[in-house]
């Protein structure tokens, strides 16, 4: 018997190998993507190991100082005299600052086997006080071959350095622009002989580990030294390797996004099962009337999932598989060389064990559910959409369980943030605290639908009968509704969430911008005060806006000194999003000043009080304090004042000691070398840059995170698609009646979308509002001290983009139900 | 309105189902017409074609050769586009699986059509037809919570609120009890004699027929007998001559 209705249930599967696609296609994503991150991790991996290397091919030795200590220079002798070793090459960088740019200068002969760079204009630098430029930081600096440069930073407490510029290469690049010099030249600038790190070449034909012995014997005879001596070739794996630990990290963080889509898919493929055996109640009924266990039957439909699963789990693997042998060759077409995954099998068979047993685990709710069919309901016609109403008990009681762990887990959370931590406690529990709120969600959905549809659903009513029907439609099916829009709005509530904590993280860093690059470039005396021409010859010259000179003016408060600033706060765009703390900013004056948040606390002064500033020189002026800072007042300093007023306080000229400006026009390039022209013999800061950078990181954080989650989101997509696809498919006579009473096919397609969409929207919807104040509780629970914003142009977006790419899964099922013939709809089964 | 009182007529129709040896001639020449006003039963062993002449005259199906109107509009001319919007706006229906929308209240259910076309439903109308019907305590209601015979007659408002040209009714009492399948069926003739409808109607049932104007009895896709004012007695006879039991 058991075999018999196995058999009846799997040759029914066999019979429409499309159905096992549609139920089993989020499992078969979630196992291509999960297959495709470990290929990934294997590319990148061996393309690494086999590419990387900080190390020159030719270096055969390498002697390394594992102390603080840098090898000496006797040392140095010491390697130089030992046979076999024919040249050597120092290794280190400095980093020092030069025209407002950080520059990291890196030792390299220049030229032969040792060399990283490139020559590709002016010659190498082989003199005193004469260095190359790479190309981005020639360019930033506008400086040709021939040049001159200041740069400060070589010694600590040493004064700036002008060096000529002899050169721009190309070379190993990361984020910072580089110089390069030979090493001894590098080692007299930085006044600081000895490298930490030699590079040697030896003789062809030595016996590399004779020489290393003879080395070791010289060098490490005085117990009190710390050298390594390796050769080129284990440096070179061992550097490779770091660089793939570090990425085994960005891997493990792209693991638990994988992690969250699986959860992902099975919750789509409960869902789908449920509808899929729901339409087979009828069938099960007539198995249960002739005789079939419960158990059975139970057993059946797991068997079905097994299948479901091993069937789509093995075709994820495999277009995965197809996908990452394929790399190499489209890279290959871009001239890029990457080193293929190869076959790994034992990660593929667990990824295909895995779909299996997640299929089976989703199988098992509705399996039981549908296995206790009543025999009686083989003879009633009832129609699937009439048959579920409302919520279970059980689950009510989960929802509010859930719901109340939540709650817990908030209050110990709040009452913990007041103690001292690391913030793992509260890491943790936030983690429980989204968990459970999401459980809550999902036992509790079906009753949210009903609210959040008629809130939603109400502009598509606009739509006609189409829009009515399809409103309707989801609000007839709750349950299943529910059961598909739970699964959108966990990639929504994880993008709402990360939306918030970016959005968060760019005010916060636009305001602490705002304070330190306020404007585009910066100009500040060296010596004496600024020419008067430099202000009028800015503001004459079209490439600039904005422009806004400054004097400065020490002062103490209580205990500490600190700045004054005449800056016009008005006069820079980017001071728009400072923040008072206490006070209002508008109501900065003469006789008034803004404060910064620690010259308040030295003063013990609110808003609205009264403070004296004192000068080094014995001035005060007596000014009532209009606003407090959240942090610092501009260019990092204490105060701000109206110019007479900081006249009255003394110690600064009649001239600006500095002024910002913004780039109206042009390149920043071309802006940069008028503005040097201008203000020739100040110090020049491209302030923009900072500001870019800190902006571009975050940016790509945002669209890294944005990546990933997307993933999740794909998978919620499929279950739309799924859901809605069977939806059609079990109401072919009802497509097939409105067509008889006259819908046009066009409003079928538009209802059937219209329904895709909803559970999206709604899905949408729900996300936002969980994922939104979970995001201000994690902000405020780790302390971040990021403020709490409410992004809602992006969120709006996601929402919008939610609810098009869901209609889009909708097409493919909405032309289906739009091609059912009338005739459909009179047909008695 | 046509001039020669006809609603719908059909001219040498032919139906035939697949291609090659497998075809089946559903329809082997059929030639009829059916006055307005009058209530029309189409009988007929089972495979006799009586579904498949239905669903041509409906513009549901359509036909091998031959010509159908309804209202003095060419069906057989008609792109889907105009078809559906002449089913929407000329044609009711009545299925014998009442083929309400589950998630729609009776009264949904009733302005449905007229709705897909953008029109109000007069309300007058709609009064007269519930009332005639019997179901106005019950038009709140969804289909999962009407009895079969309500259910029906839901579906036959539905059919007459857009005051079509002509009714089809496939079996309307197919699945209904013979006291409430009695009901619908008088419920028929008195839209045909009080509200002036024209009525189609497929089905098996001699003593539903009796409830018509006139029957035509249907045999391997061909009319064979044409009875004026028919009784249980002349329906049964014929269908005997056309050779059922
Ligand atoms: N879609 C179809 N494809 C092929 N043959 C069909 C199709 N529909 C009907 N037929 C055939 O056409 C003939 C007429 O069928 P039709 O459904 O019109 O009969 P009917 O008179 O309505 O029968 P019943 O009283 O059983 O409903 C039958 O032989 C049937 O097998
Ligand atoms: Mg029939």
Redesign the interface.
């Known amino acids: 018997m058991n075999v018999s209705v196995l058999r009846t249930q799997l040759s029914g599967v066999l019979r429409r190998p499309g159905r096992i696609l549609m139920t089993g296609l989020s499992v078969l994503v979630a196992a291509l993507v999960v297959f495709g991150t470990v290929l990934a991790h294997q590319i990148v991996t061996r393309t690494m190991l086999d590419t990387f290397s900080n190390t020159p091919e030719a270096v055969s030795l390498v002697v390394a100082s594992q102390g603080g200590t840098p090898i000496t220079p006797e040392q140095l002798t010491q390697i130089r005299d030992t046979p076999g070793v024919t040249t050597l090459a120092g290794r280190t960088s400095v980093y020092v600052t030069a025209a407002g740019i950080d520059l990291d200068v890196h030792a390299d002969p220049g030229t032969g086997p040792m060399s990283r760079v490139t020559l590709v204009a002016g010659t190498y630098p082989d003199g005193e006080r004469e260095i190359a430029l790479d190309r981005r930081a020639a360019e930033r600096i506008g400086l040709r071959p021939g040049g001159t440069l200041r740069l400060d930073g070589w010694q600590e407490g040493a004064e700036p350095v002008s060096v000529t510029v002899t050169g721009v290469v190309d070379g190993p690049q990361d984020a910072a622009e580089r110089g390069w010099a030979p090493d001894t030249v590098l080692d007299a600038l930085a006044g600081r002989p000895g490298y930490p790190r030699v590079d040697l070449i030896t003789a062809p034909g030595t016996d590399l580990d004779a020489t290393m012995t003879r080395l070791g014997e010289q060098l490490l005879r005085d117990p009190s030294v710390y050298l390594s001596i390796t050769t080129g070739e284990t440096t070179r794996v061992r550097e490779a390797t770091d660089e793939v630990r570090q990425l085994d990290q960005v891997f493990a963080l792209i693991g638990m996004f994988v992690g969250v889509a699986v959860v992902a898919a099975a919750l789509v493929a409960t869902s789908t099962f449920r509808i899929v055996f729901a339409q087979r109640m009828r069938q099960l009924a007539l198995l249960r009337t002739i005789g079939a266990q419960r158990g059975q039957l139970v057993g059946a439909l797991l068997a079905e999932g097994a299948v479901v699963g091993l069937v789509t789990g093995a075709t994820g693997v495999l277009i995965a598989l197809a996908g990452g042998l394929a790399a190499p060759v489209v890279a290959g077409w871009s001239g890029r060389t990457i080193t293929g995954p190869g076959v790994p099998v034992g990660p593929a068979i667990a990824v295909v064990i895995g779909a299996v047993l997640i299929t089976v685990g989703a199988v098992l709710a509705p399996a039981f559910a549908a296995a206790g069919v009543a025999p009686l309901q083989a003879l009633r016609?009832s129609?699937v959409?009439?048959s579920e109403r409302g919520v279970s008990a059980v689950r009510l009681v989960l929802g509010v369980l859930l719901t109340a762990c939540a709650g817990g887990l908030i209050r110990l959370t709040l009452d913990s943030m007041d103690s001292q931590g690391d913030g793992n406690r509260e890491l943790l529990y936030l983690l429980g605290v989204g968990t459970c709120a999401y459980g809550a969600l999902i036992a509790l959905g079906p009753l949210l639908i009903r609210p959040v549809l008629a809130a939603v659903g109400a502009p598509l009513r606009l739509l006609?009968?189409?829009g009515?029907?399809a409103v309707?439609?989801i609000?007839?099916t709750p349950r299943r509704a529910a059961a598909v829009s739970v699964v959108v709005a966990l990639g929504v509530t994880m993008l709402a969430g990360t939306i918030v904590g970016i959005s968060g993280m760019q005010t916060y860093t636009d305001r602490q911008m705002a304070v330190r690059t306020p404007a585009d470039l910066g100009m500040f005396a060296e010596d004496g005060p600024l020419g008067a021409d430099v202000v009028t010859g800015l503001r004459a010259d079209g490439r600039f806006t904005d422009v806004t000179p400054f004097r400065t003016a020490d002062f103490s408060g209580g205990q500490i000194s600190h700045v004054a600033i005449d800056l016009d706060p008005a006069g820079l765009p980017a001071l728009d999003v400072l923040e008072a703390e206490d006070g209002s900013l508008a109501a900065f004056g003469p006789g008034r000043a803004i404060l910064a948040d620690v010259v308040a606390a030295d003063l013990g002064a609110r808003a609205g009080d009264t403070v004296t500033l004192t000068s080094p020189a014995g001035g005060t002026v007596r000014l009532e304090v209009a606003a407090i800072l959240t942090g610092e007042a501009p260019l990092r300093l204490g105060a701000v004042l109206t110019p007479a007023d900081l006249t009255t306080l003394g110690g600064a000229g009649p001239e600006p000691t500095g002024v910002l400006a913004n780039i109206a026009s042009g390149t920043r390039n071309d802006a940069l070398a008028a503005f040097r022209a201008i203000g020739a013999g100040a110090e020049i800061a491209v302030l923009a840059d900072e500001r870019d950078k800190a902006g571009a990181e975050i940016e790509s954080l945002l669209f890294a995170a944005l990546g990933l989650l997307g993933l999740t989101v794909l998978i919620a997509v499929v279950g739309v698609g799924t859901t809605t696809g069977l939806s059609v498919m079990e109401r072919t006579?009802?497509s097939g009646?409105?067509?008889?009473?006259?819908?046009?096919?066009g409003?079928v397609r538009l209802m059937i979308g219209a329904e895709a969409g909803l559970y999206g929207l709604i899905g949408a919807v729900l996300g936002t509002a969980l994922g939104v104040p979970l995001a201000w509780f994690a902000l405020d629970a780790l302390r971040l001290d990021i403020p709490w914003t409410f992004p809602a142009g992006r969120l709006l977006l996601i929402i919008v983009a939610l609810a098009a790419i869901t209609v889009l899964a909708g097409i493919v099922p909405a032309r289906r139900a739009a091609r059912v013939?009338?005739?459909a709809?009179?047909s008695?089964d | 309105m046509s001039p020669d009182g006809f609603a719908v007529t059909a001219t040498d129709l032919v139906k035939v189902y697949g291609t090659g040896d497998s075809a089946v001639r559903a329809l082997d020449g059929v030639t009829v017409g059916f006055r307005r006003g009058r209530f029309t039963a189409i009988m007929g062993p089972s495979g006799s074609g009586k579904s498949t002449l239905m669903h041509c005259l409906a513009g549901l199906d359509a036909v091998t050769s031959g010509r159908i109107t309804i209202g003095g509009t060419d069906l057989t001319r008609l792109r889907d586009r105009q078809l559906t919007a002449l089913r929407r706006d000329r044609v009711g229906f009545v299925f014998q699986a009442f083929n309400l929308l589950p998630q729609l209240t009776a009264r949904q259910n009733i302005t449905l059509p007229s709705e897909m076309a953008g029109r109000r439903v007069d309300a007058d109308h709609l009064a007269h037809i519930v009332d005639v019907l019997g179901i106005g305590d019950r038009l709140g209601h969804r289909p999962a919570e009407l009895s079969g015979g309500q259910q029906q007659r839901v579906a036959l408002a539905r059919a007459l609120a857009t005051r079509p040209e002509v009714i089809f009714a496939d079996e309307p009492t197919g699945n209904l009890d013979s006291r409430s399948g009695a009901e619908v069926l008088g419920l028929l003739r008195d839209c045909v004699r009080g509200l002036g409808q024209t009525v189609v109607m497929v089905t098996h049932d001699p003593s539903a027929a009796a409830y018509a104007d006139r029957a035509l009895v249907l045999a391997d896709g061909r009319i064979v007998h044409d009875l004026d004012g028919p009784t249980r007695a002349t329906v049964t006879e014929a269908l005997g001559l056309a050779g059922v039991r």
Do not use: D, F, I, T
């Open positions: 016609s129609s959409a009439g006609g009968p189409a009515r029907l309707s439609g609000g007839g006579r009802e009646l409105l067509r008889a009473l006259g819908m046009s096919r409003k013939s009338p005739v709809a009179l008695v």
